[in-house]
Every structure is written in structure tokens, then in C-alpha cells.
């Protein structure tokens, strides 16, 4: 079966704070992708990044950062000097190999980020 | 280039009735997927169609249904509306090329009310 958890439910920073987001997986397929999505208060999801499991060169992209480590099933997200609009909640999701689209989500980060 | 439309918005709807939620994707894209998101179950997978063809299918009891046209716009359908059913329900749409795994663009959701 595949699993995403998030389990940190609520973190709350300051402006300019670093933060990290975790994300742990559970999955058999050799081949599969993970994804991050930002949901501000406005509902729709937004796309951050797609990382296939072949791939695990970190990323970097302005201030978010991915690290991604299959020896520990990990996908994690940096926000370096974090800021009042980066406040939303984040999914990691999964897709498995396979003509499909199917995601699976975890449950989810809020993360406020006060002035 | 216009991004992921949902109809309506919001809809309120009582216990037994049956509705239908429109979504269009982007243009050229030809998978939609739909999702349902509630506080209790967070984001869940309802089915997938590509080609108007369902390619896959969460699970969810058969009032769910959902269809694609040619043009690839997509409806959902649930009969015999039930108070748990009060969700926001997003659709999806991507490039399904084959061979690879793209990213899914989600459109705004309908926030449907059960009462």
C-alpha cells in the first residue's frame, strides 16, 4: 500500500525564520514521484515541485529547498527566511509508476508565519 | 493561458438530492482527476479520466460518478446526497503524456454543502 504522513500538523515561526517540512513514504514501486503542493487560504492547490525516484539531487528554487532521501523514505521542503505570504498548508503527495495520475496526499502542514 | 475552471464555486444542496460539479481543464490537457477534501479524511482520490475513458478509480461508493467529453471537460455526478458528502471538491488536470509524470494543475473547487 502507499502512505504519505506528515506529522507535524501546525508549525508556527516567525518572519525570517528557517523551516522544514517533513514528508516520510511508504511505497513498493521501483518507479514512482513525489510532488509538493501549497494551499493558501484561497483553497486551490498549488504545484512546488515533482521529483521522481531516480532523481535524488536536492533542489533548490529561491528560498524553498527539497531534500530528498530514499534510504529513509524522505522528502522534506526548507523555507529559508520564511515569510507572512509563505503562510498555507502543504501537502506531500505520491504517485505511483503506471499510466495513472492518482495522488496520494498526506494530511497536510498549516504553517503560519507571523509578522 | 487560462488555468483550470470549476462550476459553481459553491452549492447547497439537502440530503438525498444529486448534483453535478463541471470542471474544464487546461487547454491541450487531456487527464482530469477529481478529489474530494474534507477536515475528517483530508484529500482523497475519486477517479481519474483520460481520453473519456476512466483510467482509475478511488474508493468511494457508486453515487460517486463522473464522465469526460471530447473536449475533455469533465463532470462529476453524486446521487442520494449524504451529510458527510459536504466537501470541497477539486479537479485536477495535467498533460498525461505517455511515458511521463507530470505535474497536475488544480482548479479553485466547488464547496458543496449537504444540509
Known amino acids: 500500500a502507499q502512505k504519505v504522513t506528515q506529522a507535524q500538523t501546525e508549525i508556527s515561526v516567525v518572519e525570517k525564520e528557517d523551516v522544514t517540512l517533513d514528508c516520510v513514504y511508504e511505497t513498493r514501486d521501483t518507479t514512482y514521484y513525489l510532488f509538493w503542493y501549497k494551499q493558501p487560504p484561497s483553497g486551490e492547490l498549488v504545484f512546488l515541485i515533482r521529483?521522481?525516484?531516480?532523481?535524488?539531487q536536492n533542489e533548490i528554487s529561491g528560498r524553498y529547498s527539497w531534500n530528498f532521501q530514499k534510504s529513509t523514505s524522505s522528502f522534506n521542503f526548507t523555507i529559508t527566511a520564511s515569510q507572512v505570504v509563505d503562510s498555507a498548508v502543504y501537502f506531500c503527495?505520491?504517485?505511483?509508476?503506471?499510466?495513472?495520475?492518482?495522488?496520494?496526499f498526506g494530511t497536510g502542514t498549516l504553517l503560519a508565519v507571523q509578522p | 493561458k487560462a488555468g483550470v475552471t470549476q462550476t459553481p464555486r459553491y452549492l447547497i444542496k439537502t440530503r438525498g438530492q444529486q448534483v453535478t460539479l463541471s470542471c474544464s481543464p487546461i487547454?491541450?490537457?487531456?487527464?482530469v482527476s477529481w478529489y474530494q477534501q474534507t477536515p475528517g479524511q483530508g484529500l482523497q482520490f475519486l477517479f481519474e479520466y483520460f481520453s473519456e475513458t476512466q483510467r482509475n478509480k478511488g474508493n468511494f461508493p457508486g453515487r460517486f460518478s463522473g464522465r469526460q467529453f471530447s473536449n475533455s471537460r469533465s463532470e462529476m455526478n453524486v446521487s442520494t446526497l449524504e451529510l458527510g458528502d459536504s466537501a470541497l471538491y477539486l479537479c485536477a488536470s495535467s498533460l498525461a503524456l505517455a511515458g511521463m509524470a507530470d505535474e497536475q494543475f488544480f482548479g479553485p473547487g466547488t464547496r458543496l454543502t449537504v444540509l
Open positions: 503527495a505520491l504517485r505511483g509508476g503506471g499510466a495513472t495520475n492518482k495522488l496520494i
Open positions: 487547454s491541450g490537457h487531456r487527464s
Open positions: 521529483r521522481n525516484s531516480f532523481d535524488e
